[in-house]
Structures are given as structure tokens and as C-alpha cells.
């Protein structure tokens, strides 16, 4: 076993002194350098909105008695859904989250839960997704934000073997057809989304 205050040896260059302990060269040189590379990762795979969802997500967290709850991440990600939630709904989302984590935390039978899906599933089964629609709202967007993420990135990478020189050149009656598509693919609901994920197969998480 190391000693971790003794100078550490290159079994390259064994007789040269490197001037650095063993903690210094495992600390800085090794667990540093791998974490510098992962998070030059994860700065290159997510964009700054994507880390800021990420990060507002997990305030709607039942871990350790929603301990990772904050009103003002939730706010901001209810900003992220213009389109499902109303100016109203939004100026009184700020009330509706207050009473939400009281009526959740003093409820024994959320004492326990650990993710998001078990916060789901009970919310429905204790009708307490009827007393909080909003939030019920905002956390099956959250919910469905991972499936949509993935089917997107997809259809990108779909869209990079299709969009060749010979697609190009395709005239009109193509444009047209992708025009309809675009129609139809906006009318969907995000219900309908969830209610077709959820029927796929069977699940042990109804959303």
C-alpha cells in the first residue's frame, strides 16, 4: 500500500527524482485531469439550456423528504413551457408550489418515495394530482423530457443520412408532403405522447 506523504517514483525513469508526493500525483495528475476530461464531456454534449433543465428538474426531487426542493428553479422551469402554461397559470404558480410541498411533506406516504416515477404514481393514486394540476402538469413534462430528448437527437441523426445531394435536388411534391407532415407532427399533444410511450409496452410506471 502507498504512503501517501512519500515522494512519488516514475517506474519509468525510477532513479529521477519527480519532486511530488504520492498524494500530489494521484490528486492532480490523475483524478484532476480525468475529471477536467469528463466535464470537457459534458460541456460539449449539453448545451447551457439543457444544464439548466437538468438542474431545475431536480428540484421537483421526493429524495430525502424533497430536500432538493426550490420554488425559484421550479419557476424558471415552468418558463421552459411557454406553451402549456398560461400567463396565468405561471403568475400563480409561485402559490400553487407553496402549497404543494406543505400538503406533500406533512403526508406520511411521501415520506419515502425516490425519484420522480414513485412521485407520479402516488400523486395519482392519493387523487392528489386533481388538488395539484399545475405542478401534476410540470412534472409529467419532466418526465417526458428524457424520451423526447432521445427521440429528437434520433431524428437528427436520421435527418444527416437522408439530407444528401440527391435529397436536394427532390423539387415540390416532397416539400409538400413535409409540409403536411410538419402540420400533423404540431398538432400532437403532449398527452397524446405520453398515453402512446405509455402503450408501447408494459411498464412498472404509469405516467
Given at each position: 500500500?502507498l ?10 525513469r525510477?532513479?529521477?527524482?519527480t ?25 460539449d454534449r449539453f448545451?447551457?439550456v ?5 438542474i ?9 423528504s424533497?430536500r ?5 428553479k421550479?419557476l ?12 396565468g ?8 408550489l407553496g402549497i ?19 412521485l ?9 394530482h ?5 405542478v ?6 419532466v418526465?417526458?423530457?428524457?424520451v ?7 431524428c ?13 435536388r ?13 402540420e400533423?407532427?404540431?398538432?400532437v399533444?403532449?398527452e397524446t405522447?405520453v398515453?402512446?410511450?405509455q ?5 412498472r410506471?404509469?405516467?
Amino acid at each position: 500500500m502507498l504512503v501517501m506523504d512519500e515522494e512519488f517514483v516514475d517506474l519509468r525513469r525510477p532513479r529521477k527524482k519527480t519532486g511530488v508526493t504520492n498524494l500530489h500525483h494521484y490528486k492532480v495528475n490523475c483524478f484532476y485531469t480525468v475529471m477536467d476530461l469528463q466535464l470537457q464531456e459534458l460541456n460539449d454534449r449539453f448545451t447551457e439550456v439543457n444544464t439548466d433543465l437538468l438542474i431545475c428538474m431536480a428540484s421537483l426531487s421526493p429524495a430525502n423528504s424533497f430536500r432538493q426542493f426550490d420554488k425559484s428553479k421550479l419557476l424558471r422551469l415552468v418558463k421552459f413551457y411557454p406553451d402549456d402554461f398560461s400567463f396565468g397559470e405561471r403568475l400563480s404558480m409561485e402559490h400553487h408550489l407553496g402549497i404543494y410541498i406543505d400538503n406533500i411533506r406533512n403526508d406520511e406516504q411521501f415520506k419515502n418515495l425516490k425519484n420522480l416515477g414513485d412521485l407520479s404514481r402516488l400523486m395519482v393514486e392519493t387523487k392528489k394530482h386533481l388538488v395539484h394540476p399545475l405542478v401534476y402538469r410540470l412534472l409529467k413534462l419532466v418526465l417526458t423530457l428524457h424520451v423526447a430528448t432521445a427521440s429528437v437527437e434520433r431524428c437528427f441523426s436520421a435527418m444527416k443520412l437522408v439530407k444528401t445531394a440527391t435529397r436536394n435536388r427532390i423539387g415540390d411534391e416532397f416539400c409538400l408532403v413535409c409540409y403536411i407532415e410538419k402540420e400533423l407532427f404540431e398538432s400532437v399533444t403532449n398527452e397524446t405522447v405520453v398515453n402512446r410511450f405509455q402503450s408501447m409496452r408494459e411498464r412498472r410506471i404509469h405516467l
